[in-house]
Every structure is written in C-alpha cells, then in structure tokens.
C-alpha cells in the first residue's frame, strides 16, 4: 500500500500532463494544422494547373494555325503576294459604288415630279447596272427623267422593265435598268 504524504496529492498528474500529454496535444494542434493548409495547397494548385494545361492546349491549337500561316505564306513570294494585292485593290477601287456621286447625278437629272423609290446597284463587267424603281405624276415627266438620263454621259441605256399606273392616286410607278459609269 502507498500512502502520499505530501500536501499537494495532485503533483504526480501534473508531472504527467506535462510531460506526456501537453507534447502529445502540441503535436495534434500542429498536425492538424500542417494537414489542413497541405490540403488548402494542393486544391489550389490543382486549379491552378487545370488552368496551365488549358493554357497549354489553346497554345497548342494556335501554333497549330501558325503552321499552316506559314506553310501558306512560304509558298507565295511576298513580291508576287504583293503584286496580287495591288490587283484585286484596284479591282475593288474600280468597282466601289460612290452613293454621293450617284445622287447628286440624279440631283442634277431628276424631274420634280418625279420621285425614286429604291435603287439596287449590280455590278456586272467593268460596270454597275442600277436598277430604278420609281413613281412619276405625268407621262412627260417619266420620259423627261429617261431622256435626262440618255443626255447625262455617267449613264448609258435605260430601258423601262415594268410600268404601271394606280388607278387611285393615278401616279405612273415604273422600273429602269440602266448602266451607270462609277468614274469618266
């Protein structure tokens, strides 16, 4: 039998707790701890390299466009790649249809009484075929407006497609084909 004597009888436990489990607990705290931000990490890092490998694949898809650019263009000389452009620029600047110029032709041409209602431009050949539809109050007035457009050097033969007269408003509606010339 054991009989403590002293005035603590408490002073064997705290020996113990000291020595075994405050250890045992500071080891648990950091254990857990050191697990957690390990996990923290690693999901970031995995979102993090999803993102690089998409990176990677959009990087990939675009150097594989680059080859083909350039398979493209090593096979056509810059000078005759040069020389085509100047080409098919000068094409596009023959063909461009300058409205500005186009109306103030009709400016200059049109009845009073005569009133357009739509133009469809075409461009066919080295020229622009515009097709007119339009409404006259007279007989007159409709053959002023295609002989005025005989008479102008910017458009050549007009032709009447259609013509019609409402029987209401008694107004002549009419379409014109005609050739107009972008530049003299």
Known sequence: MRINFSQKPCVGRKEKLVKIYLPILIV???????????????????????????LKEQIARYDKKMAIASSFLKKISYR????????????????????TDLFNQFEQILPEDVKLAMISPKIEGRGILLSISAEAKTKESELKFIENLEKNKRFTHPFVEYESIDPVTKVIKFSISVRYRNKL
């Open 28 to 54: 648990t705290v950091l254990t857990i701890a050191n697990l957690s931000l390990f996990l923290y990490y690693r999901l970031e890092n995995s979102s993090s390299h999803k993102k690089i490998n998409q």
């Open 80 to 99: 005759k790649f040069k020389k085509e452009y100047a080409f098919y620029y000068s094409i596009s600047m023959k063909k461009r249809l300058s409205w």
